[in-house]
């Protein structure tokens, strides 16, 4: 599988990289995941990757609702500052403009398989459809993902899981099936 050099990335994957910097939390992700997600982090505030962003802020507003804009104390909490620091800078990251509709975005693609899809979420599946590259979506914890990867590829949607053992355990223990 040849990588995209620019991603999309769900606001789950920097939460669970600030992990790494409270190694007694009750979380259950593994550190494995955890180190996924930094990995991931790391590659685009090192500009391995290109972030892509919604215009309308709506991602940026995700981020800023879950993460510090000090930059501290972990890696998620850097990436939003390295974000809010280079969110107009096209080298580092890309703006696509996206039309919102009534409980959705025009570019959300209509698929039966995703008729049921998190609201929150659909953000990231417009951006991505939107985009002329489609880049990958990064995921790492949500296990709702799983169940509407087939669908997403169907659509020409690409998902990029990093925890994948850890989000097909919870699918399977959620919803009974793989």
Known sequence: MTRCNQCIVDTNVPINANLATQPNSESEVTDECVMACVLEIENITSGKR???????DEIFSQYQRH????GQPGQGDRFMKWVHDHQYQPRHITRVPITQASDSYEEFPEHAGLA?????DRIFIAVA???PDKPPIL???DSKWWGWNKALKEV???VEFL?????KSKYKEKMGHE
């Not at 993460?67 to 000090?70: H, K």
Request: aromatic residues 10%.
């Open 50 to 56: 290109k972030l892509v962003l919604d215009e309308a």
């Open 67 to 70: 993460l510090s804009f000090s």
């Open 116 to 120: 049921k899809f998190d609201p929150n």
């Open 129 to 131: 459809n939107a985009h």
């Open 139 to 141: 995921q790492s914890t």
């Open 156 to 158: 020409g949607i690409t």
């Open 163 to 167: 925890c994948p053992e850890y989000i």
